[in-house]
């Protein structure tokens, strides 16, 4: 599967085991990721990612204008040894946690 097709979510299905993680602040964010362990799957609204990390609309948010709204995400599931995969259809941003030891350059 390409990278683009893996980062939205291209050919998979909705995870009824996904965690819903807090999408409130950013910090709750944070201790959501913390306790989903490793190699999980969480996840928060569209809406909710958008009103922490994006200053966009919601048709614009996360898109090819909203380099600051992509590069905030980004920074944020870096610092929380996160990867983070937009599911538009779904109206969900998936993150999931890397695995402990597997940290890498970004």
Request: charged residues 25%.
């Amino acid at each position: 599967m390409s990278f683009i097709r893996w980062l939205f979510g291209a050919g998979t299905a909705a995870s009824p085991d996904a965690m819903k993680l807090d999408g409130t602040t950013e910090a709750a964010l944070a201790r959501s990721l913390s306790a989903l362990p490793p190699e999980e799957r969480g996840w928060i609204t569209f809406a909710e990612a958008r009103i922490l990390f994006s200053t966009k609309g919601a048709q614009y948010a996360f898109g090819e204008t909203d380099e600051d709204g992509r590069r905030n995400i980004d920074s944020f599931a870096a610092q929380h040894r996160s990867v983070i995969n937009f599911m538009p259809a779904e109206g969900r941003v998936y993150f999931v946690r890397e695995p402990i030891g597997n940290r890498h350059s970004r």
